[in-house]
């Protein structure tokens, strides 16, 4: 049987919530209450209005369509996570189901902690826009200018917008031959910096270009180059995830995510059809990277997108419209969609989506926001494409409405 948590969050302001430090308490029945005229447009069967001035519509409220939806998922064990649905700083929809830790039994809710897979690369572009804004980095300077040890070809051709568009030719260090075999080793954080970075600096470039995860661990080692502060695990806690208010959110190493009663563990099915523990496996980095691997709650994210939408992250419009607006079609299904700075930027039925998703063995997460409406969806799950299936389905119930 599923386990299954509802939340619900007052009336708060960005900043109110800020200030509270992100606390959502627990309450029977999901959803923000209606003012006395959304009532009346519900009575009229329409979509009900909230205090903020947004509407909701029928097929997003609690007991509704796509509510029915994630619990038939989770009722045929199709979905194990949370999802959070937003509208203008106030929780709609807040659903948990599943466990975090079957061994254990311990079930999801709306405080438990995920790995991200690709997210944070979002988190990385953000970094580099503030550094930009900061005039410490040029978005069509070449790497080279930033950090060494790469081959001329690469130092010399790739530039910073290339890398955070998925452009400049780098591929993947994951696959480069022999790094499964050393990665498993590393037992700290300076050493699976270093050796993810010494990997790095052996890719080559291939055309055409394609998704880079080698691109976006150059991106996070400009940050460490540049920044302020001891590394690029530092910079990101104190300039994305302290003034976004993500007080869950940080890059838990392995023996943290195997042991922490928080943290959700990643479950996939062996050819027996038995699921098994991700996290337990051989094939793991002792931390996550600029690329990905950082963990945070559903709240966590959703203040994320809600930081990047109000420039909180970016501190005014014009270096958000920079880093979110759209620079490279991708064929990819949904809308109209681009490659922006870390995301994938979409025109849907009219509305702009700024999204990021990220997955890997038991691992499923997706957050997305829509700058014209406010809304804000994010899905995460121990279930490999769960949370990205999820998200689709808000993306078209909330371009629909």
């Known amino acids: ?62 007991g509704g369509k796509f509510d029915q939806y994630l619990a038939d998922l989770a009722e045929k064990d199709a979905f194990a996570g949370t999802v959070l649905v937003r509208l203008k700083g106030r ?15 311990i079930p999801h809710g709306p405080d438990t902690i995920f790995t991200l897979g690709s997210v944070p690369k979002a988190m990385t572009a953000v970094a580099i826009t503030q550094l930009a804004a900061a005039g410490k980095v040029d978005f069509h300077e070449k790497l080279g200018a930033y950090v060494d040890g790469f081959s001329d070809e690469v130092a010399n051709t790739v530039t910073v917008h290339q890398m955070l568009t998925h452009t ?36 080559e470039l291939k055309f055409p270009a394609g998704y880079s995860n080698s691109a976006f661990f150059a991106l996070g080692a400009i940050v460490a180059a540049v920044c302020d502060e001891d590394s690029y695990y530092d910079y990101i806690r104190r300039h994305v995830f302290e003034v976004a208010g993500m007080t869950s959110s940080d890059w838990f190493t392995l023996p943290e995510a195997r042991e922490d009663p928080r943290i959700a563990h990643p479950y996939f099915k062996n050819e027996a059809g038995e699921w098994l523990d991700a996290v337990l496996e051989d094939d793991q980095l002792f931390v996550g990277t600029p690329a990905g691997g950082a963990f945070a709650t559903a709240g966590d994210l959703a203040r994320f997108a809600e930081a990047v939408m109000d420039d909180t992250l970016l501190g005014e419009a014009g270096w958000t419209h920079l880093a979110t607006s759209p620079k490279t079609p991708m064929p990819q299904p949904g809308g109209t969609p681009f490659e922006a700075y870390g995301t994938v930027w979409r025109l849907m039925n009219g509305q702009r989506t700024v999204s990021k998703t990220g997955g890997s063995k038991g691992v499923s997460a997706s957050v997305e926001w829509f700058p014209d409406s406010g809304w804000v969806a994010v899905a995460l799950a121990n279930y490999a494409r769960a949370a990205e299936t999820v998200g689709e389905r808000l993306r078209e119930l909330i371009t629909a409405a």
């Open 1 to 62: 049987m599923n386990a299954h948590h509802d939340t619900t969050a007052p009336a708060l302001s960005r900043r109110s919530v800020l200030g509270m430090l992100g606390a959502v308490p627990v309450a029977n029945g999901s959803g923000i209450a209606l003012a006395g005229a959304a009532r009346a447009d519900e009575t009229a069967g329409k979509s009900a209005t909230t205090a903020a001035g947004g509407r909701i519509p029928e097929e997003l409220r609690p």
């Open 91 to 105: 929780d709609v929809l807040s659903r948990s189901y599943g466990m975090a830790n079957k061994e254990k039994e």
């Open 168 to 203: 400049s030719g780098l591929t993947d260090y994951h696959r480069i031959e022999g790094f499964w075999k050393e990665a498993p080793t590393w037992d700290t954080v300076e050493a699976t910096w270093n050796g993810c970075l010494e990997y790095v600096q052996l890719d």
